[in-house]
C-alpha cells in the first residue's frame, strides 16, 4: 500500500462536537419560517452537504426563492448565535493533530460549512493558519462530488493513493469513493455505523481517540 501522507478531515461531527447545535439551528429556522419541522435523523442525515443543499433535501416543496433565503437567514443567525460559546472539538483532537504535524503529514478539511463559518471556528479554536489547505462548499461543488478533494489533492500535490478522509457522514464516504481517496467513517458524528457501513468505508471508528492508532501504523505501510 503507498504511504500516507495527507489527511483530509470533515470538520462538524468529525473533528469539532457541533452536530446537536445544527439540528437545533434548523428546527429553530423551520418553526420561525412557518415550515414543517424537521426530524432530528432527518436533519442529521443532510449533515455534511452545503447548505443550499441541506435545504432542498429537507424542503423539498421549498420554491419560493424569497422563502429559501428567509430560512437560510434564520438558520445562519441561530448557528452563530450559538457559536458565541464554540463548540467543543472531541477529546483528543488537538493533541492528535499536533502529533500529526510532528510526523510530517499534510492536514487538510473538507467541510459543508462555508467559507466564513470555517473561518470564524478555526478562530475560535486557535486554529487558523493550522491546516494547509481548507475547502468549503461555497468555494466549490458540495459533497459527494469529488471536486473538493480532487482541488486539495492538487494543491498539496499528493496523489489520491497516499491520502485518507476521515468523516462521519454518507456523503463524506461518497465524496472520497469518487475521488479514489481512502475513506474511514467516524460513527460517533452526525450518521450511525449501520448507515456509514452502506457507504463503503475501508474502517470504522467510533470515538476520535481511536483514529491515531490507525493512522499512525497505517503510515509505515508500504
Known amino acids: 500500500m503507498p504511504e500516507l501522507k495527507t489527511l483530509i478531515f470533515d470538520w462538524d461531527g468529525t473533528l469539532c462536537d457541533s452536530i446537536s447545535r445544527i ?57 452563530v448565535a450559538l457559536e458565541q460559546q464554540p463548540a467543543n472539538l472531541f477529546p483528543g483532537v488537538l493533541e492528535a493533530l499536533d502529533s500529526f504535524r510532528s510526523a510530517g503529514f499534510k492536514m487538510a478539511v473538507a467541510t459543508g460549512k462555508s467559507r466564513r463559518g470555517l473561518d470564524r471556528v478555526l478562530a475560535a479554536h486557535d486554529l487558523t493558519g493550522f491546516f494547509d489547505m481548507t475547502r468549503c462548499a461555497d468555494e466549490t461543488l458540495s459533497k459527494p462530488h469529488p471536486r473538493m478533494l480532487e482541488e486539495i489533492l492538487n494543491r498539496l500535490e499528493t496523489p489520491a493513493s497516499c491520502a485518507l478522509m476521515l468523516g462521519d457522514s454518507e456523503f463524506d464516504m461518497r465524496m472520497a469513493h469518487g475521488a479514489r481517496v481512502r475513506a474511514i467513517a467516524a460513527t460517533y458524528g452526525a450518521q450511525s455505523r449501520e448507515h456509514l457501513l452502506q457507504s463503503r468505508p475501508e474502517h470504522c471508528i467510533d470515538a476520535f481517540n481511536e483514529f491515531p492508532g490507525f493512522v499512525m501504523p497505517a503510515s509505515k505501510a508500504v
Open 23 to 79: 439540528v437545533e439551528s434548523m428546527v429553530a429556522a423551520a418553526k420561525l419560517t412557518g415550515l414543517d419541522v424537521p426530524s432530528e435523523r432527518a436533519v442529521r442525515d443532510i449533515i455534511g452537504l452545503g447548505l443550499p443543499e441541506a435545504i432542498a433535501i429537507l424542503f423539498p416543496g421549498l420554491n419560493e426563492p424569497w422563502l429559501v433565503e428567509k430560512l437560510r437567514q434564520e438558520y445562519s443567525e441561530h448557528y
